[in-house]
């Protein structure tokens, strides 16, 4: 059973700091992962995703890379904004099987101006 | 372009009480459709998934059941609800097997 685990669980860095955010899944046959963030009370909003034949992706300040034989991925932000102060969630779609996406718990960042 | 809906927002409901929750998706046909539930200090659980009209499939025995009468909608269902059931609720569609698209959620609060 594919397991996604999220680490930090909160983290909290002054403005304008470089952060990464880590990933980890049990499971190393998977068909892609991907990254979300969560505001407050707000659905889910993609922000990045890796194929798992890709290594890397990236989207203005964020990077997100993908080790699929070690099962680990982080995102790195560069230059933190308080609007970046989010939930960062990270989910694992699953090979083999129907297209079904693995949630971690989640890192919950502030950004402290 | 492809848009998700979800209502209500809030929804406030006593225990032993029906429950319905729907999603709708534009701009796609026959689209995976999925509901999720986040509850408090947990990661997002999934509770059930349809690939087609009247096709439903379910991850976790529940108190919850689910519909889908027309191609891009997605019901959520209960004919008694309980303390337990509280939680934010999000529907998702996949584009493929690539991009995920979730709806803005329901807070369920049962008391």
């Known amino acids: 059973k594919q397991e996604v685990t999220q680490i930090p669980a909160a983290l909290s860095v002054p403005e304008g700091e470089n952060l990464v955010l880590n990933c980890s899944f049990t499971?190393?046959?998977?068909?892609?992962l991907q990254w979300f963030r969560q505001d407050p009370g707000k659905g889910l909003t993609s922000l990045l995703l890796?194929?798992?034949?890709?290594r890397e992706q990236t989207s203005g300040r964020l990077n997100a890379s993908l080790d699929k034989s070690s099962g680990r991925s982080t995102l790195y932000i560069a230059a933190s904004q308080p609007g970046d102060s989010a939930t960062y969630l990270c989910?694992?779609?699953?090979?083999?099987?129907?297209?079904?996406?693995?949630f971690g718990k989640g890192t919950k960042l502030t950004v402290n101006p | 372009s492809q848009t998700i809906h979800q209502w209500p927002a809030t929804l406030v409901q006593p225990v032993g009480s029906p429950l319905s929750l729907e999603c709708t998706v534009e701009?796609?046909?026959?689209?995976?459709l999925y509901w999720y539930r986040q509850a408090a200090g947990r990661g997002l659980q999934l509770l059930f998934y349809?690939?087609?009209?009247?096709?439903i499939s379910s991850e976790v025995p529940q108190n919850l059941s689910a519909s889908r009468p027309q191609d891009r909608q997605f019901i959520l269902s209960s004919k008694k609800l309980l303390l337990s059931d509280s939680g934010f609720y999000l529907c998702?569609?996949?584009?493929?097997?690539?991009?995920?698209?979730f709806g803005q959620g329901t807070r369920l609060t049962v008391v």
């Open positions: 998702a569609w996949f584009q493929g097997p690539l991009w995920a698209f």
């Open positions: 499971d190393s046959a998977i068909y892609n």
């Open positions: 890796i194929q798992s034949s890709q």
């Open positions: 989910a694992v779609t699953t090979q083999g099987g129907s297209e079904k996406l693995v």
């Open positions: 701009g796609t046909s026959n689209p995976n």
């Open positions: 349809s690939v087609g009209i009247g096709q």
